[in-house]
């Protein structure tokens, strides 16, 4: 019923926002006088503002054409070069990397959102690296016949994923992805692996939300299991592949998402509001920008999900040595050279200051000079892997850490 109730919503405001942006358009065209009046631009700014609001979100495309390298700018090839049911393995490339080039495994968080929330990740990286990247479907376009998905299976891809790439590759994991990464390399590396990364970058990464618990932590642990279970876990409707697969609803996760900063959600509404009035449309179309993206979501399996809650941020099986993977122990004292960057933002409100710092420690069996940690000041949860600061202050040393690594993998190759 959840389901079935959300789509009736969600078909009203379609109907809502169309009616809102004809209206909006009437009023700002110069050739019927209804905006000439006083209260004309403030009518045709607040329609406008509400049809983006409604407006349905599809998936977003990553729509990188070209990157700009010293200079110069070079065209993007994007291609799907392993098909999934739960996701697709993506790869870019550019006319300008040259074929020695680090090839990065960029894993993207399946936490509601689409791996196309990284774009600015993918575009900065691909300056100087071969990109791959983990695009996760959404469960409910997945039909049951493809079966049941979990952290296992999460983990099963990602090494599917690496051995596909092969050996010498990099990894960065995003968020929630750091936990499956990290174990996937601890398992690779036991098994010795030949395509175990070279490096795994964590950023914002929840691997023992002990550490400084945040909001986001709080709600895992105040409720049981099977609260998640019987609260939040809904079934796909019949109008979808993915009919009768029980699914956590992106449309729930959006709505968490939002009501941790409902303020400043309403204020960046608000302003945009008054950059129409003003006529300051390339500021307006910034906020749009923003919120095309944050605002299109996608199911989580439920299996997933639960056992994510249940293994991440109740038990924290991972930091304390009681993760299993297909009935084996997880070791991460096995992991042994692949060369850690741990990454955090000062100010990251869902994954709190040392939550991902805590996998430099857990790796006993790795040296020291194998391990960095690197604070971003003044930064939040997604300014780590995008915007400005991400551009200018932490991709440089992700790139510095990537390439000081790398060049082992080239002595050995020549």
Same mark, same amino acid.
Request: aromatic fraction near 10%; glycine fraction near 8%; proline fraction near 6%.
């Given at each position: 019923?959840?389901?079935t109730?959300?789509?009736l919503?969600?078909s009203w405001?379609n109907?809502?926002?169309?009616?809102?942006?004809?209206?909006?358009e009437?009023?700002?065209n110069?050739?019927?006088?209804?905006?000439?009046?006083a209260?004309?631009?403030?009518m045709?700014?607040?329609?406008?503002?509400?049809?983006?609001?409604?407006?349905?979100?599809?998936?977003?495309?990553?729509?990188?054409?070209?990157v700009?390298?010293?200079?110069a700018?070079?065209?993007?090839?994007?291609?799907i070069?392993?098909?999934?049911?739960?996701?697709?393995?993506?790869?870019?490339?550019?006319?300008?990397?040259?074929?020695d080039?680090?090839?990065?495994?960029?894993?993207?968080?399946?936490?509601? /959102?689409?791996a196309?929330?990284?774009?600015?990740?993918?575009?900065?990286?691909?300056?100087?690296?071969?990109?791959?990247?983990?695009?996760?479907a959404?469960a409910r376009?997945?039909?049951?016949?493809a079966?049941?998905?979990?952290?296992?299976?999460?983990i099963d891809y990602?090494?599917?994923?690496?051995?596909?790439i092969?050996?010498g590759?990099?990894a960065?994991?995003v968020?929630?992805?750091?936990?499956?990464?990290f174990?996937?390399?601890?398992?690779?590396?036991?098994?010795? /692996?030949?395509?175990?990364?070279?490096?795994?970058?964590?950023?914002?990464?929840?691997?023992?939300?002990?550490?400084?618990?945040?909001s986001?932590?709080?709600?895992?642990?105040?409720?049981?299991?099977?609260?998640?279970?019987?609260?939040?876990?809904?079934?796909?409707?019949?109008?979808?592949?993915g009919?009768?697969?029980?699914?956590?609803?992106?449309?729930?996760?959006?709505?968490?998402?939002?009501s941790?900063n409902l303020?400043?959600?309403?204020?960046?509404?608000? /302003?945009?509001?008054?950059?129409?009035?003003?006529?300051?449309?390339?500021?307006?179309?910034?906020t749009?920008?923003?919120?095309d993206?944050?605002?299109?979501?996608?199911?989580?399996?439920?299996?997933?999900?639960?056992?994510?809650v249940?293994?991440?941020?109740?038990?924290h099986?991972l930091?304390k040595?009681e993760f299993v993977?297909?009935?084996?122990r997880?070791?991460?004292g $096995?992991?042994k050279?692949?060369?850690?960057?741990?990454?955090?933002?000062?100010?990251?409100d869902i994954?709190?200051?040392?939550?991902? $710092?805590a996998?430099?420690?857990?790796?006993?069996?790795?040296?020291?000079?194998?391990?960095?940690?690197?604070?971003?000041?003044?930064?939040?949860?997604?300014?780590?892997?995008n915007?400005?600061?991400?551009r200018?202050q932490?991709?440089?040393?992700?790139?510095?850490?990537?390439a000081r /690594?790398?060049?082992a993998?080239?002595?050995?190759?020549?």
């Amino acid at each position: 019923m959840l389901y079935t109730a959300y789509e009736l919503q969600r078909s009203w405001f379609n109907a809502a926002s169309t009616w809102a942006s004809i209206g909006a358009e009437m009023l700002n065209n110069p050739a019927l006088p209804f905006g000439y009046g006083a209260g004309g631009s403030v009518m045709a700014s607040a329609l406008e503002v509400f049809a983006h609001a409604s407006a349905p979100y599809g998936k977003p495309a990553f729509d990188i054409e070209t990157v700009e390298v010293d200079g110069a700018s070079h065209p993007v090839t994007e291609a799907i070069v392993l098909h999934k049911p739960f996701g697709n393995l993506l790869r870019f490339t550019h006319t300008g990397l040259p074929k020695d080039a680090p090839r990065l495994l960029i894993v993207a968080p399946m936490s509601g /959102h689409f791996a196309t929330l990284l774009r600015g990740t993918v575009a900065r990286m691909l300056e100087r690296c071969e990109v791959y990247v983990t695009d996760w479907a959404d469960a409910r376009m997945v039909p049951l016949s493809a079966g049941e998905f979990d952290l296992d299976d999460y983990i099963d891809y990602l090494v599917e994923f690496f051995e596909h790439i092969g050996p010498g590759a990099h990894a960065l994991a995003v968020c929630q992805p750091s936990v499956p990464t990290f174990a996937a390399t601890a398992i690779m590396a036991e098994d010795k /692996h030949p395509c175990r990364p070279l490096t795994l970058t964590m950023m914002g990464g929840p691997v023992d939300t002990r550490e400084a618990p945040t909001s986001v932590n709080d709600l895992a642990m105040q409720r049981p299991i099977e609260w998640f279970r019987h609260t939040v876990i809904a079934t796909v409707p019949l109008q979808y592949p993915g009919a009768g697969r029980r699914v956590y609803p992106g449309f729930l996760q959006l709505a968490g998402f939002m009501s941790m900063n409902l303020g400043n959600h309403m204020l960046s509404h608000y /302003h945009m509001f008054k950059h129409l009035v003003a006529g300051d449309g390339e500021s307006a179309d910034a906020t749009k920008a923003f919120y095309d993206e944050y605002r299109a979501v996608c199911d989580l399996n439920a299996a997933y999900y639960l056992q994510t809650v249940e293994e991440v941020f109740q038990k924290h099986s991972l930091p304390k040595g009681e993760f299993v993977h297909r009935g084996r122990r997880v070791d991460l004292g $096995k992991i042994k050279d692949t060369a850690l960057l741990a990454v955090e933002g000062e100010r990251d409100d869902i994954s709190g200051i040392g939550q991902t $710092k805590a996998a430099l420690h857990l790796t006993t069996g790795l040296p020291d000079a194998k391990k960095k940690y690197h604070l971003a000041p003044e930064v939040g949860h997604y300014g780590i892997f995008n915007g400005s600061k991400w551009r200018g202050q932490i991709a440089p040393v992700l790139e510095d850490w990537i390439a000081r /690594h790398d060049q082992a993998r080239l002595k050995v190759v020549a």
